[in-house]
């Protein structure tokens, strides 16, 4: 009898399942020794009078402020009772499929493809208004060096226009005489497709990615591209944490520094999304940053209907999948919270989170979404998590069984699937629990054999692999 470890590796569902790899890495979040488990999602705000399509969270001095959008209306958070007001200009708005939020000093901007720019001064403003009778419509907005920089303008009338506001005066947008606010109409690369800012801009396009950088008078910006024939396909795919912007293009993810774009995704997940995402709803992506677990989220439907997370670790470069209730993935922040506050929750002894959790302070960076009307938080128990091996075996006959999950704080239920031919489609069997001893009883014949796990134990912390015992079998 040969005792074999089988360490849970990489999830690279666009390579066979004889390499090596894990067929399956769901609701869990990846390392670099294995996998930790990934929190469901639980109710932060009040609901809202409908449905919310993106959260923003803003931080002006000591004062953290949490914004959200809807269809018809922006609110923004109480949080004395954690309600959500309607803070929207007088008249509300009609049709809005995704706010797109920036902050520019003390100025929430927000962009919406049908009004003009929105603002909302922290510490003075009470509901939103017009940024300016000169400012414009706008499908993205963001802040490059000191400039407010809108692009794909005049509810797609000007898909491909950049525009920008006067020099650290967000509310001047009108070019010539003293001002630096000007705008460029970029001729090569179809439709602007989304943007993100920093020290440098980049504009993504269908087919291009440009680069705006500050170069003074006269010309103010210089406009360069850096990718073409790559591009974005869906703005809502676009997010940035430091130096980096994560995509989706037409062909799978990457990433841009500013200069040099990176496939992250080729060979291991492009295939898989495309062959699950249902393509007439990806304009329903939403994407965000986890910093703290240093993850790329993206959220999209799949083809059965289902809201469904793609997880990206940058640090280690793996990947993992999860399954959600939660409409979209955002940003946001705590607002602070007295002891007497939590009560909203309920019983302190029910509390799903955690008190010493960073969501209980006042200006702590959340992983955060939308789920109807409530704005959520990432904070609770583990989701129920399933970690697959690929085929283990050669053309050798042989028995599994025993197992032995490697859990840290925790332990597993484990189902096997053996065939004798690679063509025979995979059935795994019944999940059985393992013993007090942390053993599971197993007798399953074939030449090749996948176990599954799915780690047990409220506290379990990261799942490394399996022990298996595997006998070879004798043939007649």
């Known amino acids: 009898m040969a005792t ?24 869990v979040v990846p390392t670099v020794l294995g996998y930790n488990p990934f929190p469901l999602a639980v109710d932060y705000s009040a609901a809202a009078s409908e449905d919310l399509n993106n959260t923003f969270a803003a931080r002006f001095s000591a004062t953290t402020s949490i914004f959200a959008g809807g269809a018809t209306k922006l609110f923004k958070l109480d949080g004395a009772d954690l309600s959500l007001d309607n803070v929207s200009k007088t008249g509300n708005y009609s049709s809005i499929v995704k706010w797109n939020f920036t ?34 419509v706008a499908k993205y907005v963001t802040v490059v060096r000191d400039f407010v920089v809108a692009a794909n303008l005049d509810a797609g009338s000007n898909s491909n226009k ?28 179809g439709n602007i497709t989304g943007m993100t800012g ?19 008078s006269p010309l103010f910006f210089q406009f360069d591209t850096i990718s073409r024939g790559v591009g974005c396909v869906e703005g809502n795919s676009v997010v940035q944490y430091g130096g980096m912007s994560y995509f989706l293009g037409a062909d799978g993810f990457y990433s841009c520094d500013g200069s040099t774009v990176t496939a992250i995704g080729t060979q291991k997940v492009d295939s898989w999304f495309y062959a699950n995402a249902n393509p007439s709803k990806l304009n329903l992506m939403s994407s965000t940053i986890d910093p703290i677990r240093k993850i790329v989220v993206w959220k999209f439907i799949d083809n059965f209907a289902q809201n469904t997370l793609l997880i990206y670790n940058w640090q280690v470069q793996k990947w993992s999948s999860c399954v959600t209730d939660v409409d979209v993935v955002a940003s946001s922040a705590s607002a602070g919270m007295t002891l007497e506050g939590l009560d909203l929750y309920g019983n302190m002894d029910t509390l799903t989170t955690s008190l010493d959790d960073a969501l209980w302070a006042g200006g702590k960076f959340l992983f955060a979404g939308a789920r109807d009307t409530k704005i959520v938080t990432f904070t609770g128990a583990n989701s129920t998590a399933t970690l697959t091996t690929g085929d283990i075996g050669s053309e050798v006959t042989s028995v599994v069984t025993l197992a032995r999950p490697i859990v840290d704080n925790g332990s597993g239920s484990i189902a096997v699937a053996s065939r004798m031919l690679l063509n025979e489609v995979p059935q795994l069997g019944s999940y059985i629990p393992a013993s007090s001893e942390n053993r599971v009883a197993l007798r399953s014949s074939g030449k090749y054999h996948r176990l599954s796990v799915i780690p047990t134990g409220d506290r379990w912390s990261n799942a490394i692999g399996i022990d298996i015992d595997v006998t070879p079998q004798g043939t007649r």
Do not use: C, H
């Open 4 to 27: 074999q470890r089988i360490a849970f590796t990489e999830w690279t569902p666009d390579l066979a399942g004889v390499a090596e790899n894990l067929s399956v890495a769901q609701n």
């Open 103 to 136: 902050q520019f000093g003390n100025t929430i901007i927000a962009a919406n493809n049908v009004n003009k720019l929105q603002s909302y001064t922290l510490g003075s403003s009470s509901t939103f208004d017009d940024l300016s009778a000169d400012a414009p």
């Open 162 to 189: 950049v525009q920008w506001s006067d020099i650290n005066d967000e509310f001047d947008w009108v070019s010539g005489g003293a001002s630096q606010s000007d705008y460029q109409v970029i001729a090569d690369g």
């Open 198 to 216: 920093g020290e440098v801009g980049l504009i993504f396009l269908d087919r291009a990615i440009v680069r705006m950088s500050y170069i003074g």
